[in-house]
């Protein structure tokens, strides 16, 4: 039986498909790191996906225009994060709740626009696939990696980008001491509001590109609570790469492709009861945990509103 | 008004500031008047001194220049216009600068990525590291700091990070720096670097406003010293002429003894012993290598050295929270290594740590709940080893607080709102009160006011006169020679020597401090 | 029902939302046209939607009952439990369940209905036309967890499949999630890559499914209600309910003093079950015959699909023509 | 804003307890707006929201029904945020609670007297939760692995174990049979029901000559002694960790690890602790609404059908008390009557109920903003009267309760 999962067409779909199920996990925790290297939890990703899904999905079904899909699907996302950063930042608001209000109102408001405009379920034509010339010629790695649609070459990109932003840029060095110790930055004539502000708003938008990467490339439909809990993954996921936009991609990679995995191992038939094979990537996800030698640098200041003079 | 014919751009590129006056500055904070109708001034080419005991308001009125509190009345003007300074980012604008009491650092980031925080880079919007690395490299030099650009600056020990924020503040040359107790924990050596580089800034054009409890340092560098106490400025006078003994008065309003009355104590057996330990530094490297030594009842072993040569790791191995890889702790006939601290607190050990702030207290507890630190789980603080007892933890902290004179509201005062020198005596107040066997105590009188210092140093040597047996590390030679009965000197985690007090000498430590051998050095 | 003026007022629960285009919305279409035939005035109903926490929905059934409603609807096996404790206390309303065919008649309960959906029939009549229209005898379906309507029409699908062509090979994934389309859209594609060329599936998270199937142009088919307007193209036809079938006879039941007591199902035989063809989709006679043929079988009770006790699904029994269910549902 | 405008602190006192208050109705104001978009009556829907939450006996019963597992939930989350652990794992920890209190129900002979019958149960629910929980806290403590990750994957295994466990080991018998297959228990044994505390109330009533020597007033309501020991737990929970020694150890790792190391505290075995309580407290919660409100478990729906988000919602009631056990009564009450109201207003304005989580939501971010003023003015006041230090939490009071 097990050998059944042995052949090329299932290793492939797996890798493939891991790699599909990996990309809104990647924009979310990306931009969710963001937040949390400068010292802002946001648990509200799961709303901002949804409104970034609905937002999407509006737009391309009314314009039929993707670029203008993702656009708008950039600005909600960017106005729900300013949102974030007006309470957890200028309001100081314990951002633990703050975070859990943004995601019912997100669940809330993109059923409830839904709702409103769409009387059916409809589907869009959403980015399609594009075989990368050459490289997906080449046998296996070709249909692994270089078949998907834009929204996925896009999240893959952001994970260097990231890491070069972070680590090799004057506002990545900025991002970092804040969310290390904001009184220092302060000090050094930086101002943490603004930096705050800054990651909270992108880590919004990508938020929000995270649901459009499901309403208009992967899935091409919306549905109320589509993300089913994606968000709050992203958010572990974050912890998972403690802080680093590797350790995220690895992460990421690691939770879809065994998800890929267990879907598959009941295609063939293999019977292990579903709900075991259900559990296998929350449990494989901790215990790689336990046994990765990790790193852990926790920005010292994460969770904690920051105000001069205290 | 010009003062002297110094240009008006600095070498370093800043306008220069002919003259910063504070008028009247009023600032309140929850049960204290911190600063109360204050006028303070400076002038380009001088160092202006800021004298006070923990609590006099000093960091407060300097916090204010640099844009970290705002006032609650009085104003601010720089060359006769008034300036309006809202947030330290304010204050860089207007060319000032400031090195914190309470290190500025960012510690999970590089020592260079700490410099370069805030910088314009030559390379934006990418870092230059590299180029930053290299100046400091030069600085460190010109100063006489050694600092490696590289290092994370959790690694480092407190007199390291004291270079650093130094550094980090020459690096960006201010016409106006302000000096918060840069030389707390710095060796004469480095001190003596440091007036250098002072003086240099000031022939340069430089105003400099100068903190510190040490009062030989106030008036070897400062052209004026002013003396601050409870938020009031209680005198202003030029540096010439004024001395030690007058100031102390200025400050504490009574007379300071500096010489302090150490009977010989008939020393005991040995209480804490080392043998050959060896031990890690957090960057994995060797901190100590094979460090033996003995302390016995009613003696005092000063243990010198430059910060970062293994005192830190020393102190936390002996009290149990960083392990030995080899060799052995004895505390008293029992051995004692890698035990857990609560072990050694049964057992009579007691440590008065360097980071007070990050191990001696929990800073959002109450001075009451810091005081039973470890021992909530007795009685009397607690009935039965499970459920406080909260009259008689009240009651046990209203008389540490009165006994040791410690400046706080009351007894339910967070402690993060006591000046640091009255932390520090509440940290000494609950350690000496468990009438310890053995004492470690690290950097006890760091950043504490010359009244406190005297006290504290007269608390060790009853303790000692007690037959408590004390480890005391200090990079304060002048207190190391004033308490010790024995004097060794840690160099590369190595014990390069010790010396009788009485036949040791300040030249000869110095020298043993640069990894002189105790025999070749004298 | 309509006495003197009164209109007659049912309140239903639900799950999951009205427009959830399945289980739930396939209940509001029903009062929703009942309501058209018979005018406002006659006939009020109200809903709670989303009522997924069962003691939420138990306060609302009891808030309703409260109310003074004529029928109040508890439309998910869920709710059952809390029904059976409540309804006691109102015995002036009448109750209606499902899908269940427990009564609580036994413990001596005397107001409540319940209803059921024989979804398994719809099934294997789709699943007999999948069978046929699969060229490479691998046939998909994605379900969510292994129960209720969905294990009815999942076991009626595959049995159908097998009843037509016994070698093919029917590939069933229950993702155990209700609404991850993202899941679905990857067991679809598992399915699809191992040559499924035909695929159904039943829950609000499917259209992650059908999309996959859009893409390399498999066919589907749905259940609960329409989807083809997700994708015209590639959906064979659905099973569709139509609950007026059991709210009828529950009305007539109350006008005649009945406050419950019954249970009734929807059934291809009662017309409660439609198989609702894509008119955009061309299909060869032999499968619009083979389908028809299959629904008559059911109907006459030719093929009896007899649903094993111990869950392992549905197997079909040659009988004789006519069933007792069949008479008394006339 | 300008602290310097601070005008009448007495005034202040009595305004900002209330603040919360006033937070909740500006976001009900801009639900407002949103109703009539709905073109829904803002003053019928609110009332009908009122009336779903306070409005009669049932209705009272129904929001401290709610509010129990808030209560005991949030109580857990007091003491592991006051620990330094942030446990997101209410969810799982409140369903293994639940099926353990189920199977044993399921297990115990029908000769168990009720009152044991409960015990164990409750017991038993405690203790698998606490157990989820320390898994985390081990996972923690010796492996460094993030609690809040844990949590929450542990949240989905346990709903995944739950269905499989419904769906096999635990499931009716009957349903067995059935085709459909319904993936729940039988209803447990009457002497696993948690006894109505409605009657003993009404007692009460006619003790004090309220009510009638017949009249029925609470009898005929649901209402639980569930919400009873929630709350004398959270009493509980408080003197646990304002007045004993392993609430201060607690506290004291939560504030600053390495102090409490220092200071001799095996700091490992409080992170363990810590949310080894929390969870066990949480599992309770799901034991009592197996034993007080389910009388079964069943799959259907999947965990939050079980849970109705308690193991989240606990969290904001916690943060609404500032952390403090005591002060989570009120705001689980508050929060739960918030639920409860939400449902009857959907129901009698027939609004998509999307609209109430909008407007649960708006609540929520209202009430977390509102805290800044009150906090500032908290400093600004002890300056201004020269009292104690700022902001002072609530540690301190157990220390001048002594006084
Ligand atoms: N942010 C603050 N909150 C509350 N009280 C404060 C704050 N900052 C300073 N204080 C109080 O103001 C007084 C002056 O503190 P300040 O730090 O200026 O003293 P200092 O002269 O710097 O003492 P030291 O010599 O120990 O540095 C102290 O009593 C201190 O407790
Ligand atoms: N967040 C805070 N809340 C209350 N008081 C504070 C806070 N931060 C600093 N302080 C007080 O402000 C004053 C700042 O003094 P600072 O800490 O700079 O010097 P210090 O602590 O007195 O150091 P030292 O005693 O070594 O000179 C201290 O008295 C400290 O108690
Ligand atoms: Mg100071
Ligand atoms: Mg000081």
């Known amino acids: 039986m097990i050998g059944d999962l042995l052949n090329a067409t299932v290793l492939i779909g797996i890798a493939s498909s891991g790699i599909q199920l990996a990309t809104p996990y990647l924009y979310a925790s990306i931009g969710e790191m963001f937040g949390q290297r400068s010292g802002v939890l946001n648990l509200g990703v799961e709303g901002m996906m949804l409104m970034g899904a609905f937002t999407a999905f509006y737009t391309v079904h009314n314009t039929g225009s993707l670029v203008l899909g993702v656009l708008a699907a950039l600005m909600i996302g960017a106005l729900m994060g300013l949102a974030m950063a007006v309470i957890s930042v200028t309001l100081q608001a314990e951002q633990g709740i703050s975070g859990i209000g943004i995601y019912l109102f997100g669940l809330g408001m993109s059923d409830l626009l839904f709702q409103k405009s769409f009387s059916q379920i409809v589907t869009v034509r959403g980015f399609p696939t594009i075989r990368i010339p050459l490289l997906s010629e080449i046998p296996v790695i070709g249909e692994v990696f270089f078949e998907h649609n834009l929204l996925v070459y896009v999240a893959f990109a952001l994970v260097p980008l990231a890491w070069f932003v972070l680590n090799k840029t004057t506002l990545g060095l900025k991002i970092r001491a804040v969310g290390q110790n904001p009184q220092a930055a302060d000090t050094m004539g930086i101002s943490v509001a603004r930096v705050r502000y800054f990651t909270v708003t992108l880590g919004g938008m990508l938020a929000s590109m995270a649901g459009a990467s499901l309403s208009i490339a992967l899935l091409n439909v919306f549905q109320q609570n589509m993300t089913a809990g994606q968000g709050f993954i992203a958010v572990a996921l974050v912890y998972f790469g403690s802080w680093r936009p590797g350790g995220v991609l690895i992460g990421a990679l690691l939770f879809s492709t065994v998800n890929a995995l267990q879907l598959w191992v009941r295609t063939k038939g293999i019977d292990i009861p579903a709900e075991y094979a259900s559990m296998a990537p929350y449990l494989l996800t901790i215990l790689a945990l336990v046994f990765a030698s990790k790193r852990v640098d926790q920005p010292a200041a994460l969770s904690k509103p920051f105000e001069r003079g205290d | ?522 | 029902q309509a006495q003197d003026g009164e209109p007659f007022r049912v309140a239903v629960v639900m799950p999951s939302t009205v427009n959830d285009l399945a289980f739930s919305q396939s209940m509001y279409d029903a009062l929703a046209a009942i309501q058209e035939e018979r005018g406002e005035e006659n006939f009020e109903f109200v809903y709670s939607e989303n009522m997924f926490i069962v003691d939420d929905a138990a306060t609302a059934l009891r808030d309703y009952a409260s109310e003074g409603y004529d029928l109040v609807i508890a439309h998910g096996s869920q709710y059952g439990a809390s029904l059976a404790e409540l309804a006691p206390d109102f015995p002036d309303t009448a109750f209606a369940w499902g899908t269940d065919i427990n009564t609580y008649t036994d413990e001596g309960i005397t107001n409540i209905f319940a209803y059921e959906a024989r979804s398994e029939e719809g099934g294997f009549v789709q699943g007999v036309m999948g069978a046929m229209l699969s060229e490479s005898g691998v046939i998909g379906i994605v379900g969510p967890i292994e129960a209720g309507d969905a294990k009815l029409y999942v076991d009626g699908y595959k049995a159908g499949v097998l009843y037509t062509n016994p070698d093919a090979e029917v590939i069933v994934n229950y993702i155990q999630s209700f609404s991850d389309l993202a899941l679905a859209a990857a067991a679809a594609e598992a399915m699809l890559e191992s040559d499924a060329d035909v695929l159904t599936g039943t829950a609000q998270m499917v259209p992650g499914a059908i999309g996959q199937a859009q893409e390399v142009g498999a066919l589907w088919f749905g259940t609960q209600s329409s989807q083809t307007s997700l994708a015209p193209e590639i959906v064979v036809a659905n099973q569709v309910y139509d609950w007026t079938v059991v709210l009828e006879p529950i009305f007539e039941n109350m006008a005649n003093g009945v406050m419950g007591g019954e249970a009734y199902a929807l059934t291809l035989e009662n017309g409660g079950l439609v198989i609702d063809f894509n008119p955009d989709l061309e299909l060869p006679e032999e499968v619009m015959a083979a389908a028809e043929e299959a629904i008559d079988a059911i109907v006459s009770g030719e093929l009896v699909l007899v649903v094993d006790e111990t869950g392992a699904g549905i197997t079909v029994e040659e009988g004789e023509p006519m069933a007792e269910a069949t008479e008394e549902a006339e | 804003m300008d602290l310097s405008s601070f005008r009448n602190p007495r005034l202040y006192r009595l305004i900002d307890p209330l603040l919360p208050l006033f937070a909740t109705l500006a976001a009900l104001l801009v639900g407002a707006v949103m109703l009539l978009l709905m073109n829904a009556n803002p003053i019928t829907a609110y009332r009908a929201l009122y009336e779903g939450a306070f409005g009669s006996k049932n209705a009272v019963a129904d929001t401290l029904i709610k509010a129990t597992p808030l209560l005991l939930v949030g109580i857990g989350i007091c003491i592991s945020f006051r620990g330094g652990v942030i446990n997101v794992g209410g969810e799982g920890q409140m369903i293994v609670g639940g099926l353990a209190a189920t199977a044993l129900a399921l297990e115990l002979p029908e000769t168990t007297s009720p009152a044991l019958a409960l015990l164990l149960c409750l017991a038993a629910s405690f203790a698998a939760g606490a157990i989820w929980g320390g898994i985390a806290g081990a996972l923690k403590a010796y492996f460094k692995v993030n609690e809040i990750l844990s949590t929450i994957m542990l949240n989905q295994i346990a709903i995944y174990w739950m269905i499989y466990l419904l769906n096999n080991t635990l499931i009716d018998p009957l349903k067995a049979q059935q085709a459909s297959r319904i993936p729940e228990t039988a209803r447990l044994p009457r002497q696993f029901d948690l006894p109505r505390i409605g009657e003993w109330l009404d007692t009460l009533y006619k003790w004090l000559g309220l009510v009638g020597p017949d009249d029925k007033l609470w009898a005929t309501t649901l209402l639980h002694l569930g919400i009873v020991l929630a709350v004398i737990l959270a009493i509980a929970v408080y003197i646990f960790l304002w007045r004993t020694t392993i609430g201060y150890r607690i506290r004291a790792v939560g504030k600053n690890p390495r102090a409490s190391r220092y200071a001799g505290i095996r700091v490992k075995r409080y992170v363990v602790l810590s949310l080894l309580l929390s969870g066990g407290l949480a599992g309770l919660a799901g034991g009592i609404q197996v034993m007080g409100v389910r009388h079964r478990m069943s799959a259907e729906g999947g965990g939050i059908a079980f849970t109705g988000n308690a193991g989240f919602n606990g969290i904001v009631a916690a943060l609404f008390g500032q952390l403090h056990p005591i002060g989570t009564i009120p705001a689980s009450v508050l929060f739960g009557a918030l639920l409860v109201g939400g449902n009857k207003l959907q129901r009698d304005v027939q609004v998509p109920s999307a609209l109430i989580t909008v407007l649960i939501g708006l609540v929520i971010i209202f009430v977390v903003s509102s805290e800044l003023w009150r906090r500032r003015r908290a400093r600004r006041r002890v300056i201004v009267t020269e009292a104690g230090p700022p902001d002072r939490p609530p540690e301190s009071q157990a220390m001048e309760a002594g006084r």
């Open chain 2, 1 to 522: 008004m010009t003062s002297n014919g110094a240009p008006h751009t600095l070498p370093t590129g800043h306008a220069r500031i002919d003259h910063m006056e504070m008028k009247g500055i009023v600032k309140r904070f929850p049960g204290v008047l911190a600063a109360n109708q204050v006028d303070f001034d400076v002038r380009t080419g001088e160092v202006h001194a800021l004298l006070g005991e923990n609590g006099a308001g000093k960091s407060t009125l300097m916090k204010i220049l640099y844009g970290m509190y705002q006032p609650d009345a009085g104003q601010i003007t720089i060359d006769g216009k008034v300036a309006s300074i809202h947030s330290p980012a304010d204050a860089i604008r207007q060319g000032i600068g400031m090195i914190h009491q309470h290190f500025m650092l960012v510690p999970s980031l590089t020592v260079a990525e700490n410099v370069a925080l805030g910088m314009p880079s030559s390379r934006a919007p990418m870092l230059d590291l590299d180029v930053v690395s290299e100046r400091i490299v030069q600085l460190a030099k010109t100063y006489g700091l050694q600092v490696d650009p590289e290092c994370p600056v959790w690694q480092l020990a407190v007199g390291e990070q004291q270079r650093i924020e130094i550094i980090k503040a020459l690096y960006r040359g201010a016409a106006l720096l302000i000096l918060d107790e840069p030389t707390a924990v710095l060796t004469p050596q480095e001190v003596d670097d440091l007036f250098v580089t002072l003086r240099q800034m000031t022939a340069d054009g430089h105003a400099l406003i100068f903190i510190s409890h040490k009062l030989h340092e106030v008036l070897n560098i400062s052209d004026r010293i002013t003396v601050l106490r409870d938020g009031c400025v209680v005198g202003s006078v030029p540096a010439q002429g004024a001395t030690k003994s007058g100031l102390a008065r200025m400050m504490v309003g009574r007379d300071v003894v500096f010489q302090y009355k150490r009977d010989e104590v008939q020393t005991g057996d040995v209480l804490l012993r080392v043998e050959d330990l060896t031990a890690q530094s957090d960057r994995g490297t060797p901190a100590l290598r094979a460090v033996s030594f003995d302390v016995h009842a009613g003696e005092i072993l000063g243990l010198a050295g430059v910060s970062g040569n293994g005192q830190r790791e020393l102190a936390q191995v002996i009290f149990g929270l960083r392990s030995a890889t080899g060799g052995k702790v004895w505390l008293g006939s029992q051995d004692v290594t890698n035990k857990e601290p609560d072990t050694l607190n049964a057992l009579g050990m007691s440590y008065i740590p360097e980071e007070r702030m990050l191990d001696g207290v929990i800073t959002d507890f109450t001075v009451a709940e810091n005081v039973i630190l470890q021992e909530h789980g007795q009685a009397p603080c607690s009935r039965g080893r499970l459920f406080l007892n909260p009259r008689a933890i009240l009651q046990r902290s209203s008389e540490l607080i009165r006994a040791f004179d410690i400046k706080t509201p009351n007894a339910n005062t967070p402690i993060k709102s006591l000046s640091g020198g009255n932390i520090q005596k509440l940290i000494l107040a609950r350690e000496l009160r468990r009438k310890p066997r053995v004492l470690i105590a690290a950097q006890p009188t760091r950043g504490v006011d010359i009244g406190a210092t005297e006290y504290i140093h007269q608390c060790l040597l009853d303790q000692r006169a007690q037959g408590t047996a004390t480890l005391l590390i200090s990079e304060d030679l002048d207190e190391i020679m004033a308490l010790s009965d024995r004097i060794a000197v840690l160099y590369e985690g190595t014990v390069v020597g010790i010396v009788d007090r009485k036949d040791a000498n300040v030249e000869q430590l110095g020298l043993m401090m640069a990894g002189v051998r105790a025999d070749a050095a004298s």
